[in-house]
């Protein structure tokens, strides 16, 4: 189960990235399904305010939050039915940040996973799929919708790396449903 205390604790007590905006801490939705959404970073008016995933502080869905509701809709899931955690645990402003700061949060990232019954990680977007690949990426387009198995505490994992869901991104959600087709299958 998870042991959402001890992990909330390690997060408000890292220094690692600065003094970015930490979180109080971080909520893991209990999906009812065998994998987990990594988003790349909280955004300040996000569910660190809301305390749901994917809703702001007035509980209306976010625009990313209606790409991957309409997503999972494809499949006959809703947002509800996810568990999900970003990257990066704090509030990153410059994007130039995430990187290193997914790299600073990994170790905190497999202590959540490792708490949890999922054994397929859907990265949403470059920068989690990176840091659990554990590679640059040049080319995303190269690893979208391709299935990678990685260990984290002698547990096997499936990667599957999607485009972000966001409005802002064309990719984000007619390139994503054949990936949801696949995530069906499980």
Known sequence: MYKGESIDEEIKCCSLCGKLVKLAGETIKVGTIPFIFIGESPSKDGWVVSKRAFYNKNGKLQATGKVLEKLLNNINLSINDIYFTECCKCVIEDRKQLEKCSKNCLPILFKQLS???????????????????GMKIKRFADYVGKEFEIEIDNKMYKVLPIYHPSPLNP????ENVPIFEKLAKY
Request: with cysteine; proline share 9%; glycine share 8%.
């Open 171 to 174: 990719k984000g959600y007619k």
């Open 115 to 133: 708490t949890l019954p999922c054994n397929i990680i859907v990265c949403m977007g470059v920068h989690p799929t990176q840091a659990l690949l």
